[in-house]
């Protein structure tokens, strides 16, 4: 088996959309968005005779006291029929890389043996390790079976608020970009109400830039106001909720409602087979998890993180100051 470094962006991201639920985050415009945050990356194709059979991208993440890890975001991708060979390979690559970058332990989402430990729940609580479960709607589905499928609130919701005026729409592009500030307002507003991190405006910009057209921003409006937008990025099969916010004002409306319908139906319109509202898990607030549960749908489990260890001592330090954290 050939490990090598990727060249040819389109053969990347064909073989990343073939598989179940396109993970964005080992596309090779995600890998972009990482250098540009100043991370150091790594595009490896595994090929036996020629043929493509496994890939994954690894982001470098630093950590304090000039130490770091490696972290295969929903990866690495290796096709079935070579997974116990390639698998055994790849990891003693993996061992090599980590040491030569003086990496404390190396994280993937896919767990390739004996030499992998279970990752910590402290883990889940971090921006940067994938939630282990996803909340997704099947848009396989007609619409009037994606209704029918609903919560009868969720449903009741998305009526009221086509019946008070408020209007759902799509931006991409250009148009995109001109709503790009007021989308950004109504994060700092949503930021400030539920306590949660957020980017500077020219993390939003650059995810924009990169992702061109497989990025858009659903929102919904009333009196010529957006009261709720998310952006949704596309990739494959698959569609993800990656942020949004609400505004306090006018919350009878129930715009978050018709935002995120007026997503999904995008979605199906794109040709996707999933909408992905993203983790469902014990860091959501219960409110949230019902909000995503009322559109229907299902779990879908990703098996969680599991880590190869390089550096014991180092490893208990970093996940004894998780725990801190937490």
């Not at 945050?37 to 690894?58: H, S, T």
């Not at 992702?211 to 009196?223: H, K, T, V």
């Not at 698959?238 to 978050?256: I, K, V």
Request: charged content about 25%.
């Amino acid at each position: 088996m050939l490990i090598a470094n990727a060249q040819d962006k389109n053969k990347w991201n064909e073989f990343i959309e073939k598989q179940p639920f396109s993970p964005f985050t080992q596309s090779w415009e995600w890998g972009e968005l990482q250098e540009i945050l100043g991370r150091k990356i790594w595009r490896l194709e595994l090929r036996e005779n020629d043929e493509l059979i496994g890939a994954a991208q690894i982001i470098k993440y630093p950590l304090p006291f000039g130490k770091n890890f490696l972290y295969i975001p929903r990866g690495p991708i290796i096709n079935k029929n070579y997974q116990q060979n390639a698998g055994e390979e790849f990891t003693k690559y993996l061992k090599n890389l980590a040491t030569a970058e003086k990496a404390i332990f190396t994280r993937m989402d896919f767990n390739l043996g004996k030499e992998l430990k279970t990752a910590p729940l402290e883990a889940y609580r971090s921006a940067i390790t994938q939630s282990k479960s996803e909340w997704m709607i099947d848009l396989s589905l007609s619409e009037s079976d994606m209704l029918s499928q609903m919560h009868e609130k969720t449903r009741y919701n998305i009526r009221l608020a086509q019946k008070k005026g408020v209007a759902a729409n799509i931006y991409f592009g250009n148009d995109l970009k001109k709503q790009l500030e007021n989308f950004f307002n109504l994060l700092k507003e949503t930021a400030i109400r539920d306590k949660f991190y957020l980017h500077p405006l020219a993390h939003y910009q650059k995810i924009i830039d990169i992702f061109g057209d497989r990025i858009e921003l659903a929102a919904a409006e009333y009196e010529g106001k957006i009261l709720a937008a998310g952006l949704v990025l596309f990739f494959g099969n698959t569609a993800t909720y990656l942020y949004g916010g609400s505004s306090s004002e006018n919350r009878n409306l129930m715009a978050p409602y018709a935002m995120h319908w007026q997503a999904i139906r995008r979605a199906k319109e794109r040709g996707c087979r999933w909408y992905s509202f993203g983790a469902v898990n014990d860091t959501d607030l219960a409110s949230v998890t019902r909000f995503k549960q009322g559109f229907g749908g299902k779990l879908i489990d990703f098996g969680g993180s599991f880590d190869m260890i390089v550096n014991p001592l180092w490893y208990f330090l970093y996940n004894a100051a998780r725990k801190v954290k937490k």
